[in-house]
């Protein structure tokens, strides 16, 4: 039992780099989300996907793009690093609306 | 170790006590709530749900309880255990749309043997 797993755990980038975090899911869930959370704070959504080939922006979209070609991967593109971008990612997946979402175990990254 | 306890509410209890964990959401629209548990390192894991058709709903050891009259969710731990020691946050959806997750700020359980 898989579920979610999310690449890398650890990652430190320098300021104006690029990186795809990545993020699958073994259960056959069509929705995935992205969240980021900062110290001491909830977790707010950067972008989720109802399906294969359907995207849409979060709360808080600036700075990151996400692609769905498959229904199980969702990665998470981070054009130019900024220090702002300094969070722990978590992925989530759900079977459909209103459904548990389940968590992967995040990546820590830090940008200086 | 993971920061997410900074600045946050901290409920301490004996072991074996019971807990009792607040949430006030601000969406009268929400009809969907869960509780996660997030221990240090981890990604949240599900607890317990609830619809807004409901008042209350039961696990195993835990409770939820929601009065739509005032905006206001719990969660209830029977006999806490040191392993029950961990961030909990309450989450809502509205139906408007595809369904996403509105987190509180969370809070932290400490657990003394």
């Known amino acids: 039992n898989a579920g979610v797993t999310q690449t890398p755990k650890f990652r430190i980038l320098k300021i104006g780099q690029s990186m795809t975090l990545q993020c699958t899911q073994d259960m056959n869930h069509n929705y995935m989300y992205w969240y980021r959370q900062d110290p001491g704070m909830g977790l707010k959504l950067i972008y989720y996907s109802v399906g294969a080939g359907i995207t849409d922006k979060g709360e808080v979209p600036n700075g990151y793009n996400v692609s769905r070609s498959t229904t199980e991967d969702f990665p998470l593109r981070l054009e130019l690093a900024a220090p702002s971008q300094t969070s722990v990612y978590f992925c989530a997946s759900s079977y459909g609306e209103n459904q548990p979402q389940h968590f992967g175990d995040g990546t820590r990254l830090s940008i200086l | 170790g993971e920061s997410v306890g900074l600045h946050l509410p901290t409920l301490s209890v004996q072991e074996g006590d019971n807990s009792i964990i607040n949430c006030a959401y601000s969406n009268s629209a929400s009809d969907y709530f869960i509780w996660y548990k997030q221990e240090s390192g981890k990604g949240p894991q599900f607890i317990i749900d609830?619809?807004?058709?409901?008042d209350k709903r039961q696990g195993q050891r835990v409770t939820v309880l929601l009065n739509k009259t005032v905006k206001h969710l719990s969660l209830q731990i029977a006999a806490t255990q040191p392993g029950d020691s961990a961030v909990y946050f309450c989450a809502e959806t509205s139906n408007s749309g595809y369904s996403t997750l509105t987190f509180g700020k969370g809070t932290m359980l400490l657990v003394s043997p």
């Open positions: 609830i619809r807004s058709n409901m």
